[in-house]
């Protein structure tokens, strides 16, 4: 058992000893470059850090002037809808009157108006029922014009095809002679 102990940790040590020839020649081969871009990322990676601080610290200054801009807007402006309120308080008492005397007369010529769009409305169904007849009568005698003309047509297409006895025949003579064996030669 210790032999086979032995020897497993003998190959993990040869794969650990490969593993760090490939790194130093990995190293050798292109260390510098590595070097070099590990350099790059670190001062891009900063860059973008101070960048995005900058932008923070800018987004958080408009912003408070945004609010406080926005509470200035609103102050004056539940001023001025106060104003407004008691303006139209005042003028709601007028209208009021008048909006009295407008149903009044609304009524009435909704009334009148109800009686001819009644009126209107059974002249349009009237209207309507006798295209939808005539449309009805049209469409069935263009169904029995097309329902002729289809038989003519199924007709003449039926007379214009070749049997399919006749045509099994001209395939079975076509076969025949592709194969080399045409009626002809064998009669000889």
């Known amino acids: 058992m210790s032999a086979s102990n032995s020897s497993s940790a003998s190959g993990a040590t040869n794969r650990t000893d490969e593993a760090n020839n490939v790194d130093k020649i990995r190293d050798i081969l292109f260390g510098n470059q590595m070097k070099d871009y590990d350099a790059k990322f670190a001062r891009l990676e900063e860059r973008l850090k101070a960048e995005a601080e900058e932008l923070r610290d800018d987004l958080k ?70 295209e939808a007849n005539r449309l009805g009568e049209e469409i069935r005698q263009k169904t ?39 009626p002809e030669k064998r009669e000889r």
């Open 144 to 182: 029995k014009d097309l329902a002729a003309s289809l038989a003519r047509e199924s007709q003449d297409l039926r007379g214009a095809l070749t049997p399919k006895q006749q045509l099994a025949e001209i395939l079975a003579q076509m076969a025949l002679q592709l194969k080399g064996d045409a």
């Open 61 to 130: 200054r408009r912003l408070a002037s945004l609010e406080a801009y926005v509470k200035g807007e609103l102050g004056a402006l539940s001023e001025q809808l106060q104003t407004e309120k008691d303006e139209r308080l005042q003028s709601d008492k007028g209208l009021s009157v008048e909006l009295k005397d407008h149903v009044k007369a609304w009524e009435k010529k909704n009334q009148q108006f109800e009686a001819q769009n009644d009126k209107a409305h059974r002249e349009l169904r009237e209207q309507l029922l006798g």
